[in-house]
């Protein structure tokens, strides 16, 4: 079911240093990138239905089209690898296995935007992981693919990198852009979006390492190549991480489209210690749960996500299996939704703080069935009424383990913490 | 005129002002949106999200009334269940951290948050866990007393220390619910103006040094004055109370919006002027240091008058135009020279490119405009040549020191009308109290030449006379308002329409 | 997230070593304002020092010109940052899903048990701090612990036992 796309070179050794990635085509298309017109870049992508590998899943053409002309400010690019998506872990393979593979997507995507500064915002933990990006990115330096001649080109490219110190909410692209700017990672109100008013003001693009990367495939190959992987409207491959109860947990590139369940099983090896699944949480950890019965019928790409309510989001699969107490499960989510909450919309804010001191009183088997009911209702009362959506990533799925999984947190309820406990044995 | 354009509320057709935001624009027109973070001088941040109104047809259908410019043919839902619902449930998130301690608390009476309770909430609370706790009662300099776990982080001081003072003193730190605002260690708030976030503060949070727990806001009575503090006059809400056997003293001073003149913020300097109006006055006349009569100093001063050889009159340049023309024609009665000088009240250098100027004095304009001379050399040989000087409540010690101002009066008669005890004023042989500008109407022109008028706000129980009353009394030809307006008119040709009760609130911009 | 905002003060005056000083230099050439350098600063300051103190932060508002309440945000904001000093191994176990489903408990329970330490706290002879952090993003090899930066993954208690052996 694999497929190498981009992952081709991630099992060749030293594949991260230029002289071997070059060897594996590294940067060939650099010259066919400039003998294109930046709109024939642009058409390029947006053919090949590239859709943002971050999360959204936003067209990745698209967004680059919605850059104003003419503003006389400069355009900048930003590389979101903050990656802070519970079970996301996709993005940091490429950084040390492939980057030359981002940097020529950042080439291709400055050249296609006309931006001559990119910022890679890569998050704090990845303390080996900035090492070998900014090995990488002195090496393409060295070797004059960044700088003031691209390859030799009249175009102009600087790169920087950008370390995140620990904030989830940075991941979000304008707590992202507020961060690079020296602040606090509070995402801002939009409109203004930032093609329009991003860093420093200027037009500014924001784009997933993942989505980044994908573009020296689509550039060398065609659109059609790169369609030829997926469903009509999920096109291409995506690096899946595969990871809680299966035997075989990791980074698998697969396209879109393949049954969820099949890949749990002929991928990772299926539920681990031969236990039975109890749920699946699709896409990380902000994404619904589906139960069993679900998944059996949705598929990996972002349309039937969306038919069974929940979404594809970054790709992050996590099984769980039947040993799993939902209840506490919740309590993990929402202490780190809450952990992570900027602090300035008053709904989240307060709201996670709330949530968690009532789930944690439910796991004390202290609560009240009209306790659960709050949760769900204070679900409601927060969702959608921020600035952001970090507060929909905690209480979406929170909802959907209040609303599938009902009778675990009742039986906290009624039959005290202890019994409950039990009845996951 | 702005431009108005028509969009509904509710599904009524309201005409509101183009190019303000929803608050504004619909706020203008008498229907509020409530709203914490949200502060005209300060801009739309949008933390709040109390000000969350549903928009019928196109857009997203639902957002922030502070970041959402009003436009032509929108369609604003305020009164629908869900929009009501989102405004229970912000002020509940709100609540369940807030210690809700109104009976203990200095803001209760103005307190948005108590406000918009009683409004849109009013639910017994569900808070049934703990709290988060925070520090209270901390100092952050300049008179700020913060209480960290009354605030609701809109931020408003801390855009104010960064947008207008560009100080910086505050910040947000943390981050969650145990965000809370707080100053660097070791470096305080240190700002001319840093008592206005205690105005800004919707809630208790940010409370003044100086009146907290002096004062329940109910009691206290709110009028409007101009403050005399410098030549910029900021308008200013005078919060006042008579209690019981007591006299009427105020309590504060607050910014009052005059979009000309000072914005919506005073300095800390002009905001603590009130004390003056408390303290220090001068509540008899006194003849000889013995406490007289005002009818026997009346008579006392026309005796100095026979027997003077040669009066001068000094006023000071924080009267207002109506006391100086009084002056202005008694000393044209008497065929005294008239000085309105006041180097001291000059404070060179120490003015800043926002409200404080350097000019301390009220109404120096008003001193030109009539027309009277104020430099040192003429009023210093007028002087020398009198025998008598009536100060008109000038303040000279902020020019000369003491051993200067006992040589300038050496041999000479003083007669003090003043509201003022003070050194200077007990160096005189006669001094008659007057009212302070608190307790009396009149007009004065600023800095920029706007002319502003304000009204009597005080009134003390044993109530000092106006200094117009005082120049009558001693002989002065204008008797009325009327005869002071008419005289106005003729020597000040840009007064010519003077009329107090035309001259807008805010302000009439003299040409 | 406990409060972060009770600064520790070192009462000696703050300033970056030559390295650093001309890594701030550097960085700050590849920005087009200058507040931009406060997250970086702050790093360069953790390298140098281990933690970030009161003076630090003042030090780096200065250098950049910037008010020191700003960078006091972003030092209590971005919870990477150290803002009293660590032990000479910091442990970081993430407690976030994937790890806390394949049993980071028993991570956490093991350290707490063999150094004698809360996660918050720093053992007595400053040898090891423990923290609990969010996720790691290694979920795919969970449990993962992460020691002065260094990940380790598919962390069980033998292997654990092997580190701590080789750690002391």
Known sequence: MEVKILSAKFDIEDGHKLEIAKQHGAYATIDKLFSMKPEEVIEEVRNSGLRGRGGAGFPAGVKWGFLPKGTGKPVYLAVNSDESEPATFKDRYILVKDPHMMIEGIIICSYAIGSHDTYIYIRGEYTSQVKALQAAIDEAYEAGYLGDKVAGHDFKLEVTVHRGAGAYVCGEETGLLESIEGKKGQPRAKPPFPAVAGLYGCPTIINNVQSIASLPFILEKGAEAYKVYGTEKSSGTHLFGISGHVEKPGMYELPLGL??????????????????????????????????????????????????????????????????????????????????????????????????????????????????????????????????????????????????????????????????????? | ??????????????????????????????????????????????????????????????????????????????????????????????????????????????????????????????????????????????????????????????????????????????????????????????????????????????????????????????????????????????????????????????????????????????????????????????????????????????????????????????????????????????????????????????????????????????????????????????????????????????????????????????????????KLFQMANLVIPVASFTEYSGSIINCDNILQTFNRAITKNDAPLDMSEVAALLGGPLKTNGDRYDKLKKIVVSLNDFNPDTIPATGLKLT | MSDRSQLISTGEPFKFDQERDTEFERLIKRYPERESMILPALWLTQEQEGWISAEAIAYIADRIGTFASKVFECATFYTMYHLHPMGKYHICVCRTLSCWLRDKQAIVDYLRDEIGIEPGQKSEDGKFSLEEVECLGHCGTAPVVQINGEFHEEMDVEKLTALLAELN
């Not at chain 1, 059996?296 to 790409?301: G, H, S």
């Not at chain 2, 933390?47 to 047809?57: D, P, Y």
């Not at chain 2, 003090?416 to 005890?421: A, E, L, N, Q, Y």
């Open chain 2, 1 to 422: 005129m702005a431009e108005m354009i028509k969009l509904f509320v509710n599904g009524n057709e309201v005409e509101v002002e183009a190019g303000k935001n929803l608050i504004d624009a619909i706020g203008a027109v008498g229907i509020e949106i409530p709203h914490l973070c949200y502060h005209p001088a300060l801009g739309a941040d949008g933390n709040c999200r109390m000000c969350l109104v549903g928009l019928e047809e196109g857009g997203p259908p639902l957002v922030p009334a502070c970041k959402t410019p009003a436009a032509e043919g929108m369609k604003v839902l305020l009164d629908a269940d869900h929009i009501k619902k989102i405004q229970h449930d912000v002020l509940e998130f709100q609540l369940i951290n807030h210690p809700v301690d109104c009976p203990v608390c200095d803001q209760a009476g103005e307190c948005s948050l108590q406000d918009y309770y009683m409004t849109y909430d009013g639910q017994k609370s569900r808070m049934t866990v703990p709290q988060v706790t925070k520090s209270k009662k901390m100092d952050f300099g300049c008179g700020v007393v913060h209480d960290q776990e009354r605030c609701v982080l809109c931020g408003r001081c801390v855009r104010f220390c960064r947008q207008i003072t560009r100080t910086g003193e505050l910040g947000i730190v943390n981050r969650t619910d145990t965000a809370r605002v707080a100053i660097f260690p070791g470096r305080p708030l240190d700002n001319r103006y840093a008592v206005n976030v205690v105005d800004l503060c919707p809630v208790g949070a940010m409370t003044s040094a100086d009146f907290r727990f002096k004062q329940r806001v109910w009691f206290m009575k709110k009028e409007r004055g101009v403050c005399h503090g410098c030549s910029r006059g900021c308008n200013i809400t005078i919060d006042h109370n008579r209690e019981k056997d007591q006299d009427d003293l105020i309590y504060r001073f607050r910014p009052l919006f005059n979009e000309q003149v000072n914005g919506y913020f005073i300095c800390d300097e002009g905001r603590l002027s009130y004390r003056d109006e408390n303290e220090n006055r001068l509540t008899e006349a006194r003849l000889s240091k013995t406490t007289i009569s005002l009818d026997r100093a009346v008579t006392a001063s026309l005796k100095e008058f026979k027997r003077a050889e040669g009066i001068v009159i000094l006023i000071s340049p924080d009267c207002s135009l109506e006391q100086m023309v009084s002056i202005k024609s008694l000393a044209e009665e008497l065929g005294a020279p008239l000085s309105g000088f006041s180097d001291g009240y000059i404070k060179k250098g120490d003015g800043d490119d926002y409200l404080i100027q350097d000019d301390k004095a009220a109404n120096r304009a008003g001193l030109t405009a009539l027309n009277i001379d104020s430099s040192q050399s003429a009023f210093e040989e007028a002087l020398a040549k009198a025998g008598l000087l009536i100060n008109f409540n000038n303040d000279l010690s902020l020019f000369y020191d003491e051993s200067s101002l006992k040589k300038l009066f050496k041999e000479k008669r003083v007669i003090g009308v003043t509201s003022r005890d003070t």
């Open chain 1, 259 to 425: 049954p969820l369940l099949e890949v749990v099983e002929k991928v990772a090896g299926g539920v681990w210690k031969g236990r039975k699944l109890k749920g699946v949480i699709p896409g990380g950890s902000s994404t619904p749960v589906l139960t069993p019965e679900e998944a059996k019928t949705v598929t990996l790409d972002y349309e039937s996500m969306a038919e069974h309510k929940t979404m594809f989001g970054s790709g992050g699969i996590v099984v769980l299996d039947e040993t799993v107490d939902m209840v506490k499960l919740v309590e993990n989510l929402i202490y780190f939704y809450h952990h992570e909450s900027c602090g300035q919309c008053t709904p989240c804010r307060e709201g996670l703080g709330w949530m968690l001191k009532i789930i944690k009183k439910v796991v004390r088997g202290e609560g009240e069935i009209s306790d659960i009911d709050l949760l769900s209702e204070l679900c409601d009362n927060i969702e959608m009424k921020t600035v952001c959506v970090l507060s929909a990533a905690c209480t979406m799925p929170v909802r959907s383990y209040l609303t599938k999984f009902r009778h675990e947190f009742d039986a906290y309820v009624s039959e005290g913490a202890s019994t409950a406990e039990a009845n996951q044995e």
